[in-house]
C-alpha cells in the first residue's frame, strides 16, 4: 500500500475517470476528499471507498468559486489533519467548434478545466506548505490536449493549457517539496464506469450510438485495446508515492500509444 497515511483530494469524482482514481488511491492506503460540483458523486464515491473499508468524505464544490475551494481544501485538514496529493480531474465536455460555441459555454469549460486547477493548485499548495507536508498535484489532461481534435475546441484548448500549467507549476513548487505532474488519458472503456455507477446506486447515461463510437476508438489506437479509469488510478498512485520522488514536470500517457502513433499508419493492418 504505496499511499498508506497520506491524505488525497480528487475533484470531479463521477462514477468514470474521477471515481476510478479515488478508488485505486483508497485502495493503496490513502484516505480521501471526494469533490464533485453535484452532490450525488461526492457522496456515492466516498460510501463506496467507506463501505470497503477506507476513509473518505464528500464535498461538494463549484471549483471555480474561491471560497468554496478554500472550504474543499479546508475539509482534508478537518477531516484527515493535512493534505498530501491533490488530483486535478474537474472537467465538462461541450464538444462545440470555435464557429459554433457561445462565448459564455467556452468561458465555463475553460474555467472549471483550467481556472479549478490554478485554484486548487493554490490552495492545495499552500495547505501542503503549512502542513509541511512534500506533497503531490497530478493534473489530469487528456488526448486532446496534445493533438488538434475539431470540434471540441475549448475542451482541448484548456487541456493543452494544463500541460504548460503543470510545468510551471512544477518549476514554482519544486522548491517547497512539492512535486507536480500530469496524466494523460485518451478515450476510456466506458464498461468499467458502467459497473461502477451501477455498485454506486447511481446512473450513468450515454449517448445514442456510443458503442459503435468505442469500437472506432479501439479499432484506431495502437494497442487495440482502450484503457480505463483503474488504469489512470494505478498511474496517479505511482505519481503521488515515494516510487516517483524524482519526477516533476511530466506527463505520464496512459493512452494505449494514441499520441505517439504515426498519423498515416492503420494499427488493424501491423
Same mark, same amino acid.
Given at each position: 500500500?504505496?499511499?498508506?497515511?497520506?491524505?488525497?483530494?480528487?475533484?470531479?469524482?463521477?462514477?468514470?475517470?474521477?471515481?476510478?482514481?479515488?478508488?485505486?488511491?483508497?485502495?493503496?492506503?490513502?484516505?480521501?476528499?471526494?469533490?464533485?460540483?453535484?452532490?450525488?458523486?461526492?457522496?456515492?464515491?466516498?460510501?463506496?471507498?467507506?463501505?470497503?473499508?477506507?476513509?473518505?468524505?464528500?464535498?461538494?464544490?463549484?471549483?471555480?468559486?474561491?471560497?468554496?475551494?478554500?472550504?474543499?481544501?479546508?475539509?482534508?485538514?478537518?477531516?484527515?489533519?493535512?493534505?498530501?496529493?491533490?488530483?486535478?480531474?474537474?472537467?465538462?465536455?461541450?464538444?462545440?467548434?470555435?464557429?459554433?460555441?457561445?462565448?459564455?459555454?467556452?468561458?465555463?469549460?475553460?474555467?472549471?478545466?483550467?481556472?479549478?486547477?490554478?485554484?486548487? $493548485?493554490?490552495?492545495?499548495?499552500?495547505?501542503?506548505?503549512?502542513?509541511?507536508?512534500?506533497?503531490?498535484?497530478?493534473?489530469?489532461?487528456?488526448?486532446?490536449?496534445?493533438?488538434?481534435?475539431?470540434?471540441?475546441?475549448?475542451?482541448?484548448?484548456?487541456?493543452?493549457?494544463?500541460?504548460?500549467?503543470?510545468?510551471? $507549476?512544477?518549476?514554482?513548487?519544486?522548491?517547497?517539496?512539492?512535486?507536480?505532474?500530469?496524466?494523460?488519458?485518451?478515450? $476510456?472503456?466506458?464498461?468499467?464506469?458502467?459497473?461502477?455507477?451501477?455498485?454506486?446506486?447511481?446512473?450513468?447515461?450515454?449517448?445514442?450510438?456510443?458503442?459503435?463510437?468505442?469500437?472506432?476508438?479501439?479499432?484506431?489506437?495502437?494497442?487495440?485495446?482502450?484503457? $480505463?479509469?483503474?488504469?489512470?488510478?494505478?498511474?496517479?498512485?505511482?505519481?503521488?508515492?515515494?516510487?516517483?520522488?524524482?519526477?516533476?514536470?511530466?506527463?505520464?500517457?496512459?493512452?494505449?500509444?494514441?499520441?505517439?502513433?504515426?498519423?498515416?499508419?492503420?494499427?488493424?493492418?501491423?
Amino acid at each position: 500500500m504505496r499511499l498508506q497515511g497520506k491524505v488525497a483530494l480528487v475533484t470531479g469524482t463521477s462514477a468514470n475517470i474521477g471515481g476510478g482514481i479515488a478508488e485505486v488511491l483508497a485502495e493503496h492506503g490513502a484516505s480521501l476528499v471526494c469533490v464533485d460540483a453535484m452532490e450525488r458523486n461526492a457522496k456515492a464515491c466516498a460510501a463506496a471507498i467507506v463501505a470497503t473499508g477506507g476513509r473518505a468524505v464528500a464535498v461538494t464544490c463549484d471549483v471555480t468559486d474561491e471560497d468554496q475551494v478554500k472550504a474543499a481544501v479546508s475539509a482534508a485538514t478537518e477531516a484527515f489533519g493535512g493534505l498530501d496529493i491533490l488530483v486535478n480531474n474537474a472537467a465538462i465536455f461541450n464538444k462545440k467548434g470555435v464557429i459554433d460555441m457561445p462565448v459564455a459555454e467556452w468561458r465555463r469549460q475553460v474555467d472549471i478545466i483550467l481556472t479549478g486547477a490554478f485554484l486548487f $493548485t493554490k490552495f492545495g499548495a499552500a495547505a501542503m506548505i503549512e502542513g509541511a507536508r512534500r506533497g503531490a498535484i497530478i493534473n489530469i489532461v487528456s488526448t486532446a490536449g496534445h493533438q488538434g481534435e475539431p470540434g471540441n475546441v475549448a475542451y482541448s484548448t484548456a487541456k493543452g493549457g494544463l500541460l504548460n500549467f503543470t510545468r510551471s $507549476t512544477a518549476m514554482e513548487l519544486v522548491g517547497r517539496g512539492i512535486r507536480v505532474n500530469s496524466v494523460t488519458p485518451t478515450a $476510456t472503456d466506458p464498461l468499467e464506469a458502467i459497473a461502477r455507477a451501477e455498485r454506486w446506486g447511481s446512473e450513468m447515461s450515454l449517448p445514442a450510438g456510443w458503442e459503435g463510437r468505442i469500437e472506432n476508438y479501439r479499432r484506431g489506437i495502437p494497442m487495440q485495446k482502450l484503457p $480505463t479509469p483503474r488504469d489512470y488510478g494505478q498511474a496517479v498512485a505511482f505519481l503521488a508515492s515515494d516510487d516517483a520522488a524524482m519526477i516533476t514536470g511530466e506527463d505520464l500517457r496512459v493512452d494505449a500509444g494514441a499520441v505517439a502513433r504515426y498519423w498515416a499508419w492503420n494499427p488493424e493492418k501491423r
